[in-house]
């Protein structure tokens, strides 16, 4: 019988993003993945509210956490996840391409030549059929890129934390249009991660629901393949590759995403203070196009 982990979701509705805890039943050990940092950029100020939600809830269903995970260097939200491994003492990974969406946005942000690349940020960096375990939980990590270089999925048990692929089957899947993003490579993704179990939960990383309603943070893949709007059964990859393209082309890139990505390259964390003890954003101007 495959492992069932509990899934908890957070949801930060200023951003859609979808944070979760997991946890083994049996040993009560569990893992953080894709935990948000709140930043307001009308007041650059930078609160802890989401990630205490996630330290209360562990708290008190007697959580132990081992792991903190990113699936990418995140375009919209902060990372918490150094916030939360300072209070939990466990440690952070990602996938070992976050060197590659380093380079990327070093150059983007014109970062000198020191800054690190070499994803020395985080604590491991998983490589493609890497596992570990969470409790009695296995874990294994699946390459999942086309909406960034080096996102990953974690498949543990029967549930997969599947980032920015999927969307609700409602709403089809993720765009792909970043820097490094690739529609035709996102397909290849997808088409792997719907080669799962029929009844795996897949548990995205955004929705965005009207206002006072819920979030729809998983399905599993029968459903997706039974009714996901862009990469249901009968859809070909040409045709995938189409409606994502032209989708893209219409979306403004996130509001956040200058301010984030500087942070979350660095692994959830601002840049050195300057010399009044501020952190200060760097905004590249010109290298994007208005839309």
Do not use: C
């Not at 819920?214 to 990859?237: C, F, L, M, S, Y």
């Not at 760097?282 to 208005?290: C, E, L, R, S």
């Amino acid at each position: 019988m495959t492992a069932s982990p509990i899934v908890k979701t957070f949801f930060d509705r200023p951003t859609g993003s979808l944070q979760y805890v997991f946890h083994d039943p049996e040993t009560m050990k569990g893992a953080i993945v894709d935990p948000v940092w709140n930043f307001y950029p009308e007041a650059g100020a930078v609160t802890t509210e989401d990630a205490d939600s996630i330290l209360d809830y562990v708290a008190r269903e007697g959580i132990e956490i081992v792991w903190i995970l990113d699936t990418h260097p995140h375009a919209d939200h902060f990372s918490a996840a150094p916030y939360l491994a300072s209070k939990l003492g466990a440690p952070r990974a990602i996938g070992e391409k976050v060197r590659d969406i380093q380079k990327l946005w070093q150059g983007i942000y014109n970062l000198p030549a020191d800054f690190p690349t070499d994803g020395s940020q985080w604590d491991r960096l998983f490589d493609e059929g890497d596992s570990f375990e969470v409790g009695n939980i296995p874990v294994k990590v699946l390459f999942s890129p086309g909406h960034t270089l080096g996102s990953i999925t974690y498949v543990a048990g029967d549930a997969a934390f599947v980032h920015d692929t999927f969307m609700a089957p409602e709403s089809g899947t993720s765009r792909a249009d970043f820097p490094g993003g690739s529609s035709e490579v996102l397909w290849d993704s997808i088409r792997e991660i719907l080669e799962l179990p029929g009844e795996t939960r897949l548990f995205v990383g955004h929705d965005y629901p009207e206002e006072g309603a819920d979030p729809a943070p998983a399905a599993t893949v029968a459903e997706h393949r039974a009714r996901n709007k862009h990469v249901r059964d009968g859809i070909t990859r040409e045709e995938f590759v189409r409606t994502r393209d032209e989708r893209d082309a219409t979306l403004k890139l996130p509001s956040r995403m200058l301010h984030a990505l500087q942070v979350n390259i660095r692994g959830g964390r601002l840049p050195e203070p300057e010399s009044d003890g501020h952190s200060y954003l760097k905004i590249p101007v010109g290298k994007f196009d208005p839309r």
